[in-house]
């Protein structure tokens, strides 16, 4: 394999001129959100950590990957909602420039900072685009593939990025470099990973695998960097002791696939990913390289926010034998737990689950099984046997709450697995998806709509409607409250991008090879 590193870190600079806006942003409404049973607060602690966080004006746009430092992916901040939603409209559409890989061109979720919209495709390089028109401004050329979903944030007057090896700052206005590190060499593994920005910090993780393939010895480490130079603050190793469970000539593991979520207390959570090799080897079978639990694979990991200490975990799937990741990025809210107004948090990931615990000490308060689940548990045969979710498969991508709600989208995509390793996957034709809402105090499962497809374009709220997408290109609107379908579109190529709300827009990604035989990859822009 090439050296996908940066070679040239400073990349290649392409400017565009400035083009005006055509048409005028509809004056904005801003609704009121209505709290449900059981909550105070959605995101109790969204105006403490958005502080933090830098985001200063545009901690009314959608500056972070997620939408806020609690992972929340919700805005009433628009005047979009159920009474008007049906009236979107393709407003722009920007062509997504890049070299496809399995995983597309695009997978990832744009952000807005003002009047400019910002994303990075699958090779790294950043386009910044004018928010009305979707001309392009500047475009920043890393050519440094990743698989995905990696992401951009704008805080602290910077923009911060990854390629396949390290972080970067750049210029918003300009595009040009600010900083840039290495944090893993590229034959040791590579980056994923949208950043998550507070406090003049920015938190990258690294992952052990390159393109699908883990490298034995190697782990994922969180690594806080400095946001103004680079420089590292702490860091955390996500294997416990560093030891890899005693063979590190065959095991690797850990590391985070999605932005930590901050919850205004000091506390960063993070969702750590699975060990390896996985299911095994037919020298040792059933992850018997790796004995025990494999800490901190699969784990909900909380660290101090200024020092990187740890604070305390719970873990999902120990011993996963399934590619099992608790991939997912956590979120933050308030609900009455014995009639006590208390934080948690909710996260879920690839064993098709979401779980919901206290924020301060861990205590586990409920788990939603979605999807449907066969074989997901105990050893595996040595003969294949089909396994449901599988590895392609359960919560793929970031959930939403808001009112009270959290709305988690989920893939039925099986996998033939063994003991002894080895993997067959079905046509991606034949996967479905769907999307669950459930209480968020007590996990109750309010509505479920399945989809024809494999629900990969996470969950968007805009006001009192909940936005998902699927691989082969479909864009749908649910009411929050019923989950009836209000809205829906199809893009000209398949979706697992995931998409962004800001002002009367909705941006969406589409840049996955999808089920057509000629996609035609492009950042879309609906307007009211």
């Known amino acids: 394999m090439s050296d996908l590193g940066l070679s040239n870190t400073r990349g290649r600079l392409r400017r565009r001129r400035r083009t005006p806006g055509w048409l005028g942003l509809t004056a904005l409404a801003v609704f009121s959100l209505a709290i449900g049973p059981g909550i105070a607060d959605p995101r109790p602690s969204a105006a403490s950590a958005a502080e933090a966080s830098g985001l ?10 997620n939408g806020d430092p609690a992972n929340t992916r919700a805005t009433t901040r628009t005047p979009i909602s159920s009474r008007n939603v049906k009236n979107l409209k393709v407003k722009w559409r920007l062509p997504l420039e890049g070299k496809p890989t399995f995983a597309g061109i695009m997978a990832s979720n744009p952000i807005v900072a003002g009047d400019t919209v910002y994303l990075i495709n699958l090779d790294s390089d950043v386009t910044a685009v004018d928010k009305e028109t979707g001309k392009v401004r500047w475009k920043h050329e890393f050519d ?57 910090t920015v938190v990258i993780s690294t992952v052990p695998s390159t393109f699908g393939k883990y490298v034995p010895g190697s782990m994922g480490t969180i690594f806080a960097l400095d946001a103004a130079t680079g420089t590292t603050k702490w860091n955390f190793n996500t294997v416990k002791d560093g030891d890899l469970w005693g063979h590190p000539e065959i095991n690797s593991g850990g590391g985070t696939w999605f932005a930590p979520a901050l919850d205004g207390h000091g506390r960063i959570f993070l969702s750590v990913a699975n060990p390896a090799p996985l299911p095994g080897t037919p020298e040792y079978p059933n ?61 879920a990931g690839k064993m098709g689950k979401a779980f919901a615990y206290r924020a301060d000490d861990g205590t586990p308060l409920w788990t939603l099984p979605v999807g449907t689940h066969l074989n997901d548990e105990g050893p595996l045969p040595n003969d294949p046997v089909t396994v449901l979710p599988g590895i392609l498969g359960g919560v793929e991508t970031p959930m939403a709450l808001a009112d009270g709600r959290v709305f988690v989208p989920w893939v039925d995509q099986p996998a033939k697995l063994s003991a002894i390793g080895g993997l067959e996957l079905p046509d991606n034709a034949k996967g479905r998806g769907g999307l669950t809402a459930a209480d968020v105090a007590t996990g109750k499962v309010l509505w479920q709509r399945d989809l024809p497809q494999m629900a990969l374009g996470a969950a968007t709220v805009a006001n009192d409607v909940v936005f998902t997408a699927t691989y082969d290109g479909r864009v749908f609107g649910f009411s929050t409250a019923t989950g009836d379908l209000l809205w ?5 190529a398949g979706i697992n991008a ?17 089920l057509s035989g000629s996609p035609v990859p492009e950042l879309i822009a609906y307007s009211l």
């Not at 200063?56 to 990957?65: E, I, N, P």
């Not at 595009?175 to 980056?191: C, F, K, M, N, P």
């Not at 800001?502 to 090879?513: D, E, F, K, Q």
Request: aromatic share 8%; proline share 7%; glycine share 14%.
């Open 144 to 200: 440094s593939p990743t698989v995905g979903p990696n992401g951009v944030a704008y805080a602290h007057g910077l923009l911060f990025g990854t390629t396949f090896t390290g972080a970067f700052a750049l210029d918003p206005k300009t595009g040009r470099t600010v900083w840039s590190r290495e944090l893993i060499a590229a034959d040791q593994g590579g980056i994923d990973v949208a950043p998550q920005v507070y406090d003049g």
């Open 287 to 347: 992850g018997s390289s790796r004995p025990g639990p494999d800490l901190y694979t699969n784990c909900l990991v909380v660290l101090d926010s200024g020092t990187g200490k740890l604070l305390w975990y719970q873990q999902t799937a120990p011993h996963d034998l399934r590619d099992y990741d608790l991939q997912d990025p956590p979120i933050i809210t308030t609900a009455k737990i014995g009639g006590v107004r208390t934080e948690i948090v909710v996260v």
């Open 488 to 492: 829906t579109s199809t893009a000209r």
């Open 498 to 514: 995931f998409p962004a709300v800001s002002g009367n827009l909705l941006l969406v990604g589409a840049g996955a090879p999808g």
């Open 56 to 65: 200063g004006k545009y901690s009314r746009d959608w500056a972070l990957s």
